[in-house]
């Protein structure tokens, strides 16, 4: 009824803690967490995306494709002010993704490195010019991956060094009204909001806390209304979302899916063999790492690609390594490695990544496991710079245990581990397993310029059974990221982009 609707448009104050703090208040310089989370408040893209990765309309009305995926044309909205006043234009488009992204962005630099120029024929339409089609391009389009920054404040500027990297001026729903470095940062609703009716919340607060069981203290007691992103221990997520007064949901992260997984390096005598690979992967219970590692946050892995890349995401016909140590045990004796002195076959390093606990933890269990079938394994544990120089710049690993994206298309973050061409010693978090495959190469690059949507599915359809004979890459989990809030909370995670987007649509029911 009416009291309803007046609790809708009053919006109330979200309160969320999080750790750690931001080192820009701006994500087109910084991909970082907390970078891509504060962003899309004060900054808009050219498109939102409903689940699925639907594009809607955002800063751009309209938008088309040529037939040969070498221009994308946007219509932008009209009548969109700067906080500071200024017009939002073509030119503001221009800049950021020329000047900024394809230079300054982490990701941006793959995902538009085609991009030649974007024409501006008048002050609202766009005209993306590409050397190569890039579909991927239009998944990456949002807040977070391509916020739009305005041209009058960066322009002729060191762009890393520019004020307004901590002092935002967007197109977005909330204003910046008071950052402390490292304790916290205030929002307010932006007036002049192109979106009439929105934001809802009167205020945002995000207060940086850096011990865990003060996050889950605030967040019990009332102090604070939501947790995004995982900001609190798995167990206690799972804890809290028993409890009436808070509900969980997984929603809201297809942008940023993210897996735990073990290169197998083929460079080693013992894992060159398939055989092997395949009996280590039957040795390796997925499904009870899933479950005591990360807490059920996720879902066993089962394919090259993560299961919210849901356009491409396949199991049929894909190869599956069923927990099976009789299997293995099989397997190891068919390769030739029978066991000797002390029931061994063979010794291997595993290198786990000390970014968070998880891979540190599902090591111990994995040495365990892979002992019982005749596997000697030693663990190293490193911290993360030389955990990085030792498996992509040395090489001197046999096995190597980390959580990584799997991007918003599988062309941005799943490529990398399996195309040949990313082989490259010395760059983290590329192919580490040395693995070369024809086939899976040409099925890849097929894949990065295939225009035909069904054409596209049916390329990583064939990829996936590929690579997951092949078996170069073992995937552990498919993790789940969260989102939880007290029930007050409303409409906080509406599309793909939950809490990474806007939050415009939230409220608070008083």
């Known amino acids: 009824g009416s009291r309803q609707a007046l609790a809708q448009t009053s919006g109330g104050v979200l309160r969320t803690p999080a750790w750690p703090a931001p080192t820009y208040l701006n994500s087109a310089v910084s991909t970082g967490g907390p970078e891509s989370f504060l962003s899309p408040k004060f900054y808009d893209g050219l498109l939102g995306y409903d689940f699925g990765m639907v594009p809607k309309a955002s800063l751009a009305t309209e938008w088309s ?88 404040l960066y322009e002729g500027t060191d762009i890393m060094a520019n004020p307004v990297n901590t002092a935002p001026v967007g197109t977005g729903p909330f204003l910046l009204e008071n950052y402390e470095i490292g304790a916290n940062v205030v929002m307010v609703k932006n007036p ?55 509900e969980m949901t997984t929603d809201g992260f297809e942008a940023m899916p993210s897996a735990q997984q073990m290169d197998f390096n083929l460079d080693n005598e013992y894992l060159a063999n398939k055989l092997v690979r395949h009996a280590i992967a039957h040795a390796i219970d997925v499904n009870w790492i899933t479950q005591n590692v990360w807490y059920g946050m996720g879902q066993p892995g089962r ?114 581990f399996y195309n040949s061409a990313s082989y490259l010693p010395g760059t983290g978090f590329s192919n580490g397993a040395h693995y070369v495959n024809p086939e899976v190469d040409a ?23 590929l690579a997951y004979e092949d078996l170069p890459v073992l995937k552990v989990t498919d993790i789940s990221m969260a989102t939880i809030a007290n029930v007050r909370v409303k409409d906080h995670t509406i599309d793909a982009l939950g809490a990474l987007g806007s939050l415009k649509q939230c409220w608070i029911e008083a």
Do not use: C
């Open 303 to 416: 394919s090259p690609l993560h299961f919210d890349q849901r356009a491409y995401f396949t199991t049929e016909g894909v190869p599956s390594y069923p927990y099976d140590p009789a299997r293995a045990n099989e397997l190891l004796d068919e390769a030739g490695y029978p066991r000797g002195a002390g029931g061994m076959r063979f010794g291997l390093t595993l290198d786990p990544s000390p970014w968070g606990t998880e891979s540190i933890t599902a090591a111990s269990y994995i040495k365990e496991v892979l002992r019982q079938v005749g596997i000697d394994v030693t663990i190293r544990t490193q911290d993360f710079a030389v955990f990085v120089q030792t498996v992509y710049t040395d090489r001197n690993h046999d096995l190597a245990l980390y959580t990584a994206s799997m991007g918003v298309d599988p062309t941005i973050g799943v490529h990398r």
């Open 192 to 246: 002049d909001y192109w979106d009439e009716g929105f934001p809802r919340l009167d205020r945002l607060v995000v207060q940086y806390i850096a011990d865990p069981a003060t996050r889950v203290a605030m967040l019990e007691s009332g102090q604070a209304d939501a947790i995004f992103l995982n900001q609190i221990p798995a167990q206690e997520i799972r804890r809290l979302a028993e409890l009436p007064e808070f």
């Open 443 to 465: 099925l890849l690059n097929a894949a990065s310029v295939e225009t035909d949507e069904a054409a596209r599915v049916q390329q990583y359809a064939d990829f996936q059974r």
């Open 65 to 152: 494709m040529s037939e040969d995926g070498l221009t994308v044309e946007f219509k932008l909205r009209e009548g969109v002010k700067w906080h500071d006043g200024e017009a939002f234009t073509s030119h503001d488009v221009a800049f950021t993704f020329m000047e900024v992204l394809k230079v300054h962005h982490g990701r941006g630099r793959t995902t538009f490195a085609a991009l030649e120029a974007v024409e501006t024929p008048d002050d609202l339409t766009a005209i993306f010019r590409l050397s190569r089609p890039t579909p991927a391009l239009m998944r990456a389009l949002d807040s977070r991956e391509s916020p739009i920054l305005p041209a009058h």
